[in-house]
């Protein structure tokens, strides 16, 4: 159903842009607060492709070859051998289809061959869908970072949720 491949230049287009300015999709993340414009994240691409311990994969549906999210490995810790996963998909029309699930089975085969042995991530306490999601993927709940972060004018706690691959 799905392929992730390395994002080029040529995969940041008006539609990657909608994604990031999109509210609904943006709204458990960080990314909330900014306006995106095409020259930025060209720049972030542009410097995460020059990273030694930085991957950014978009996630592809193979039949079309559409663009509709990213999943991303790192930072990698190469001595501890752990690496932090993200994932976005911004075309919201694939949402709940088991999609990211699938992208992040393709980046645990990624990070075995680089030899890592733990995956971290994490996301806002309301965030069911990838709460799900992480136990859907067997990732384990181990941290909590208390009233965290400011959510609709609340302070809202941090999951952070872990896997041994
Ligand atoms: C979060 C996100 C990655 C989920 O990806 P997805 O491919 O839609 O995930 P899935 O299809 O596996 O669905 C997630 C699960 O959550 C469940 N779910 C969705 N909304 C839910 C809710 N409000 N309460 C409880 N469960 C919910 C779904 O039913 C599904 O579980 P199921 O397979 O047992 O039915 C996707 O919605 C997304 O990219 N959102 C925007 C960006 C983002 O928030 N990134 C993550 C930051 S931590």
């Avoid at 080029?8 to 287009?13: G, M």
């Avoid at 810790?77 to 075309?91: Q, S």
């Avoid at 970072?145 to 959510?151: E, F, I």
Wanted: aromatic share 14%.
């Amino acid at each position: 159903m799905i392929f992730i491949k390395r994002i080029l230049p040529r995969n940041i287009n008006n539609n990657y842009v909608k994604w990031m300015n999109d509210p609904e999709v943006v709204r458990y993340t960080e990314q909330r607060y900014k306006k995106h414009t095409i020259s930025e994240i060209r720049k972030y691409v542009s410097v995460i492709n020059k990273s030694k311990n930085e991957f950014l994969y978009g996630i592809f549906i193979k039949k079309n070859k559409f663009h509709i999210g990213n999943i991303k490995l790192g930072p990698i810790d190469f001595f501890h051998k752990t690496a932090e996963i993200g994932y976005i998909i911004g075309e919201k029309d694939y949402w709940g289809k088991g999609i990211t699930k699938l992208a992040i089975r393709e980046v645990i085969k990624i990070a075995k061959k680089k030899k890592i042995k733990k995956l971290i991530s994490g996301c806002y306490e309301s965030h069911k869908s990838s709460i799900r999601l992480f136990q859907k993927c067997g990732f384990i709940k181990e941290g909590k970072l208390r009233s965290h972060y400011v959510y609709q004018n609340k302070r809202i706690s941090f999951l952070l949720y872990a896997k041994h691959i």
